[in-house]
């Protein structure tokens, strides 16, 4: 799962504590990017950006899968990957909790990023979706 960035506002581990812990004080989110409620680790958070090594080529695994899939929409997500400043990608660690325990607490972070900045979030698996929902059904 991953945030596909298109504005130039700053993202950064600790802009990202700040949202959480304005929602409760028992989230941080470590240097490193590890997320955790109270002592438990829920995923890790990972910022990419262009000429890091990691951020051109998630893009163009990205946009294979995209050119690979029908929809009425494919145009605006290629268009979304082109024009990627940034992206937040989410390693998610379930442990010995079940999915909805482990996404309920990753929530507040990727809820803030669809409505607080331009891009799409992509779910391995299921598609790309903006505010209202999905727009890229892709399996």
């Keep these: 799962m991953r945030f596909i960035a298109t504005d130039t506002a700053e993202m950064t581990h600790a802009i990202f504590e ?58 605006d997500v290629l268009k979304v990957l082109d024009e990627a400043g940034a992206t937040v990608a989410f390693r998610i660690l379930f442990g010995d909790r079940k999915w909805e325990a482990t996404l309920e607490k990753l929530d507040p972070l990727l ?16 598609g790309y979706f903006v505010q209202t929902g999905r727009i890229l059904k892709v399996e």
């Excluded at 989230?27 to 002592?39: A, F, P, Q």
């Excluded at 809820?111 to 299921?126: A, I, P, S, Y």
């Design 111 to 126: 809820e803030w990023l669809v409505f607080n900045r331009k891009g799409l979030l992509q779910v391995d698996d299921e």
């Design 18 to 75: 700040q949202v959480l812990k304005a929602r409760d004080s028992q989230y941080s989110i470590s240097e490193s990017g590890e997320l955790k409620h109270g002592d438990d680790v829920y995923g890790v958070v990972e910022i990419n950006v262009p000429g890091d090594g990691v951020f051109e080529e998630e893009l163009g695994e990205l946009r294979e899968f995209v050119r690979e899939v029908r929809g009425k929409r494919k145009a």
